[in-house]
């Protein structure tokens, strides 16, 4: 099907203080795009090619709307990242002050941890397992 999609281009997030957020994703390896950003919005991007943009019109409010409200609207909820080490993504927020906020947790395929981000935006992070044919099939 051509209209189908086959890949993601970015995840957009609100924020709102610009230089915090700019500094906490830097600190998971995004730079910032300047081909593509302005006084609105960031357009960030790791070494391998995973892009975010920042939006910079966010209102602060306690807590997260779309995962600590009693009543879950319908919405979109978390980005979720594929990285190389579980291991390596605890320790890299037992350094920076990050807590983890769920997990890791074992779910079949993959290792998951939740964090959220200096505005309570929520971001999964994946260690994705070997799969071969007989894991697939169940056997």
Not at 28 to 48: K, M, Q
Not at 69 to 91: C, N, Q
Not at 104 to 125: K, Q
């Amino acid at each position: 099907m051509l209209h189908a999609p086959i890949a993601y281009d970015h995840v957009g997030l609100r924020v709102t203080d610009r230089e915090r957020a700019l500094a906490f994703y830097a600190r998971l390896g995004f730079e910032i795009d300047p081909l593509y950003s302005n006084e609105r919005v960031a357009e960030i991007a790791t070494a391998s090619g995973v892009r975010m943009n920042l939006i910079f019109n966010g209102i602060a409010r306690q807590g997260n709307i779309l995962m600590d409200e009693p009543v879950k609207w319908a919405a979109y909820t978390h980005a979720a990242f594929v990285i190389a080490s579980m291991r390596g993504m605890l320790d890299w927020a037992e350094r920076n002050g990050v807590q983890i906020t769920e997990g890791a947790v074992d779910w079949g395929r993959r290792v998951t941890c939740f964090i959220r981000d200096p505005d309570g935006n929520v971001l999964e992070f994946n260690e994705l397992k070997l799969q071969t044919k007989e894991t697939c099939d169940g056997a």
